[in-house]
């Protein structure tokens, strides 16, 4: 079965740090990729996606993420987070021959303190 | 302008209840998708509804659950005979339309307890 992976489950950071979180997929095809964010107390947003075209993607909030198809990973980067990035994070993949359905990992908690 | 709205927020029932689970889409959006999410694990995708075609039920987990979706309107998600296993929150998300290229907008979702 596709699967995706998001291997930082916890990641802690002081505000200003930079952000790397990781995002690997099973699936040799063509794919719909996706970043979700879900802060505190509030329901699922998109935060980016890619469908085709230039590889670095840029998103709301300074977020940008980076397919590269040779690893099969889209991981999600800003340069310097703030306090208001606390959230978790989800990754989402969407495969070429089932557009009915997304399928997603299973999450990286953000905490950034002051 | 209204997002995705799910009622309850939060439900607690016994074992071997049925429960009924709410979704109203944004309206004018013809896709309409439940997922669900278990304590530490990601979203997993249950069902799916388009217009008025027929649904794509593959992500189900048994016969006790089932859905519907009166036209492009309201949802329900309908699980009987609760087991404890059932206990996660359920989220309904729609879009303008199918095929990935619409993004998907999420309510807050259900938290369903089973004691």
């Known amino acids: 079965a596709q699967s995706v992976s998001q291997h930082n489950h916890h990641v802690i950071l002081s505000e200003a740090a930079s952000l790397e979180l990781g995002c690997n997929y099973s699936?040799?095809?063509?794919?719909?990729l996706f970043w979700y964010v879900q802060y505190p107390g509030q329901h699922l947003q998109l935060l980016l996606k890619?469908?085709?075209?230039?590889?670095l993607v840029k998103g709301i909030k300074g977020f940008e993420a980076e397919f590269i198809k040779s690893k099969f990973s889209f991981n999600l980067r800003k340069p310097s987070v703030q306090w208001s990035d606390t959230a978790e994070y989800f990754c989402?993949?969407?495969?070429?021959?089932?557009?009915?359905?997304?399928?997603f990992g299973t999450g990286t908690r953000l905490q950034v303190f002051p | 302008g209204a997002g995705v709205s799910q009622s309850p927020s939060n439900k607690v029932t016994e074992k071997g209840k049925d429960v009924e689970l709410r979704c109203d889409p944004i309206s004018g959006h013809t896709a309409l998708y439940w997922y669900r999410q278990r304590l530490g694990q990601g979203l997993e995708f249950l069902i799916y509804?388009?217009?008025?075609?027929?649904?794509?039920k593959s992500g189900l987990p048994s016969d006790r659950f089932s859905a519907e979706r009166t036209g492009e309107s309201v949802s329900t998600l309908t699980i009987q005979r609760t087991q404890q296993e059932d206990s996660a929150v359920y989220l309904c998300?729609?879009?303008?339309?199918?095929?990935?290229?619409?993004?998907?907008?999420f309510g807050d979702g259900t938290r369903l307890s089973i004691l």
């Open positions: 699936y040799g095809g063509t794919v719909n």
């Open positions: 998300a729609s879009s303008l339309d199918a095929g990935g290229n619409q993004p998907q907008h």
């Open positions: 509804f388009q217009g008025n075609s027929a649904p794509d």
């Open positions: 890619y469908f085709s075209g230039d590889p």
């Open positions: 989402a993949v969407m495969l070429s021959y089932n557009t009915d359905k997304l399928i």
